[in-house]
């Protein structure tokens, strides 16, 4: 199986910091390698297909990017609604397994 | 718009079965592949099953292997998971999601708890 770490699994910040989350495949993924975030309570939401496209609705904020084992999110300027978890998920073989998030909280 | 609505949820005993379903709108359900994804309470996503758009194509979770079976009536546009020989361990939310063409998720339903206990 490949298993993904994301790093780190929470970090504190405040309304207008870029933030910075990193995810790593346990073997080469290529760019099959997605971004979803969950808001307490709700279920998750994809916002980067593919290591680097963006999912129709979501903000520009948002960046995915990277290739083969190291991958990167990046939100410009953090907004109050980003306040939540984020997971990346490898879809490089069936059943793709997900990383263990990562809590983006307030400073 | 894309709907996906779960129901079935509920409290089993140990070793008990419950089924879920799924109820799409909003897409032509037979045209994608359907996911169970769940979340135990404070933990992270486990992907669990996966069928294909002609129902013929299923993959399981070591996990769930030879206790759940997922399936799904396109004529009903309705995703089902039947799970038995339940474990403490399934206690989880269960979400339903639609697979895009490149393997993401791009709708989830809102989920639905799942509770093994005695």
């Known amino acids: 199986d490949i298993q993904m770490t994301q790093s780190p699994s929470s970090l504190s910040a405040s309304v207008g910091d870029r933030v910075t989350i990193s995810c790593r495949a346990s073997q080469n993924i290529n760019t099959k390698l997605n971004w979803y975030q969950q808001i307490p309570g709700k279920a998750p939401k994809l916002l980067i297909y593919a290591a680097s496209s963006l999912q129709s609705g979501v903000s520009s904020r948002f960046r995915g990017s990277g290739s083969g084992t190291d991958f990167t999110l990046t939100i410009s300027s953090l907004q109050p609604e980003d306040f939540a978890t984020y997971y990346c998920q490898q879809t490089y073989y069936t059943l793709g397994t997900f990383g263990q998030g990562t809590k983006v909280e307030g400073k | 718009e894309v709907q996906l609505v779960e129901s079935g949820g509920g409290l089993v005993q140990p070793g008990g079965s419950l089924r879920l379903s799924c109820v799409a709108s909003?897409?032509?359900?037979?045209?994608?592949?359907m996911h169970w994804v769940r979340q135990t309470p404070g933990k992270g996503l486990e992907y669990i099953s996966v069928i294909f758009n002609n129902g013929i194509g299923t993959y399981y979770a070591n996990s769930v292997k030879d206790r759940f079976t997922i399936s799904r009536d396109n004529s009903k546009n309705t995703l089902y998971l039947q799970m038995g020989s339940m474990r403490l361990e399934d206690t989880a939310v269960y979400y339903c999601?639609?697979?895009?063409?490149?393997?993401?998720?791009?709708?989830w339903g809102q989920g639905t708890l799942v509770t093994v206990s005695s």
């Open positions: 909003g897409f032509t359900f037979s045209s994608y592949a």
């Open positions: 999601a639609r697979g895009s063409i490149g393997g993401n998720f791009d709708f």
